[in-house]
């Protein structure tokens, strides 16, 4: 071949490696973008999650409140109903019968306190 063939010919096959690589760069650009909206939409998801996970914590918790307030007002309900209790017994019964009373419905608050309490903890 004559040195102007050897020239076309290494020109040639340089222009045709430079599109390839130009078309390599280009697909891995493409892979690489497509990879990071990928991990984008993955990343959006778990944030999504947590806060799903997030929000369903906090109404366990607003329940487990209501709940347990919900509680002791019934057991301060209680208390108030047997101290009146008393009150009433001391008002209506002679002596004798009201100790007793008396001893009677203090034990039945002390218990009704102790559980009070005890639901705190």
């Known amino acids: ?6 020239l076309y010919e290494t020109m040639d096959f340089l222009s045709k490696a430079g599109s390839a690589s ?6 891995l650009q493409t892979c690489v973008e497509k990879e990071t ?8 998801l778990k944030r999504n999650n947590c806060s799903h996970m997030l929000e369903s914590m906090v109404k366990v918790h607003d329940e487990l409140l209501i709940s347990t307030l919900q509680t002791q007002v019934t057991s301060i309900v209680g208390m108030v109903s047997v ?6 017994e001391v008002r209506t019964k002679d002596d004798a019968d009201a100790a007793a009373a008396r001893a009677e419905s203090l034990s039945a608050l002390h218990t009704l306190a102790q559980c009070s309490l005890a639901s705190f903890e």
């Open 37 to 44: 909206e990928k991990r984008q939409k993955l990343l959006a």
């Open 22 to 27: 130009m078309i390599l760069h280009s697909s």
């Open 1 to 6: 071949p004559t040195l102007e063939e050897c």
């Open 83 to 88: 101290a009146e209790k008393m009150l009433e």
